[in-house]
């Protein structure tokens, strides 16, 4: 695509629209930050927190099947009671 065959007005549109949803991203992310901090100050440790959100946005076998493996893993180690 040459320059002179670009549409200014799509590409701005385009433009405008990231840095909207890149606000909107931020705004979130700060939200989330407010909620994280608001559990710490009710004693959670966010720390873990963390981790179990993490957790839970992965696929059920799959985080089973690391499970699996981790224990495996600490056995071999000597880290399993």
Do not use: C, W
């Not at 993490?54 to 099947?65: P, T």
Request: aromatic share 4%; charged share 40%.
């Amino acid at each position: 695509m040459s320059t002179s065959a670009v549409d200014a007005g799509h590409l701005r549109a385009f433009i405008e629209r990231i840095e909207r949803l890149e606000e909107e991203k931020k705004t979130i992310a700060d939200d989330i930050k407010d909620v994280y901090a608001e559990a710490k100050g009710n004693g959670y440790d966010v720390k873990i927190m963390r981790k179990i959100v993490s957790i839970r946005k992965q696929d059920h076998e799959k985080r089973k099947e690391e499970e699996e493996i981790l224990d495996l893993y600490m056995a071999a180690l000597g880290m399993m009671p």
